[in-house]
């Protein structure tokens, strides 16, 4: 399992970036790790390396927010206060999975069965002492 540090914010953010750039469209990543361990902050690289120029922040309300003018379009999902299954649907996450879109998922333990589908690509976020974080891409 690959992994790497990152020994500030920008790091992790470069490191999305990084994987950002090889994008083409349709790939799904799985975040897990604690409250700020820097899934969202991966996420801003993820949609810089895709080439959109925009802001990006945390879905932590509205639970998806859509990014258009990459190369591909980039739905980037926070499940942290999903209440019920329906609000899973309401969401559209199966639909988004199938749509071409490179999709990011924060707390994806919230709907695992939805993600069993494969290409699933999963990335772990630990902390590693003063405000370096363990990044282990599946
Ligand atoms: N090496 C690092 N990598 C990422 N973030 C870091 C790092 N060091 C410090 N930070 C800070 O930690 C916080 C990470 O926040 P971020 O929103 O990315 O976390 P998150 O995993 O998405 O949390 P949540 O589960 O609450 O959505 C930011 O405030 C960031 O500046
Ligand atoms: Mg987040």
Known sequence: MPSVICAEARETERFGERIGRTLQGGEVFALEGDLGS?????VKG?????????????????????????RARLLHFDLY??????ELETLDLD????SGAVVAIEWPERARAALLAGRTRWVRFEDAGSARRRVTVE
Do not use: D, I, M
Request: net charge positive.
């Open 38 to 42: 820097g899934k969202t902050t991966f």
């Open 46 to 70: 993820l949609a810089r390396g895709l080439g959109f120029s925009g802001t990006v922040t945390s879905p932590t309300f509205n639970l998806v927010h859509r990014y258009e003018g990459g």
């Open 81 to 86: 206060r999903l209440q019920t299954a329906g």
């Open 95 to 98: 639909g988004a999975l199938e």
